[in-house]
């Protein structure tokens, strides 16, 4: 233990340190090094557990968010979202969207 007149040793920041060794690897190997080792690791993985790996876990996340906040809450953030596109799209936004919809669904049966 310290004794109350010794002072405590100041750490380095770790954020200092990261971003010097940042900039030498960059400096050694490109600027877009960090970026490149990511995509060859995700697309590695990607290839070894195949894209329902993927979807298992975005299922997970979703179920977890529920849980964590209820439907109350995505109910207001809908409502929200609606609200800011009103504001920010004409009176007829809505009426053309809804005809768009209408005319999809008119092509389905059609086509069948």
């Known amino acids: 233990m310290l004794k109350e007149d ?14 010097k060794r940042g900039r030498t690897i960059r400096a050694r190997y490109g600027e877009d090094y960090f970026h490149r080792i990511g ?18 876990i975005a ?18 953030m809908g409502k929200r979202g609606g609200n800011t596109t009103r504001e920010r799209q004409d009176a007829d936004f809505y009426r053309r969207i809804g005809q768009k919809g209408g005319e999809a669904r008119r092509r389905k049966k059609e086509g069948k």
């Not at 010794?6 to 971003?19: C, D, L, M, R, Y």
């Not at 697309?43 to 557990?49: C, D």
């Open 6 to 19: 010794e002072e405590k040793p100041v750490p380095t920041p770790q954020a200092e340190e990261g971003s």
């Open 39 to 56: 995509t060859k690791g995700g697309n590695t993985l990607k290839e070894k557990r195949g894209s329902e790996y993927y979807r298992t």
């Open 59 to 76: 299922e997970k996340g979703g179920k977890a968010n529920m849980n964590k906040y209820g439907p109350s809450h995505f109910s207001e």
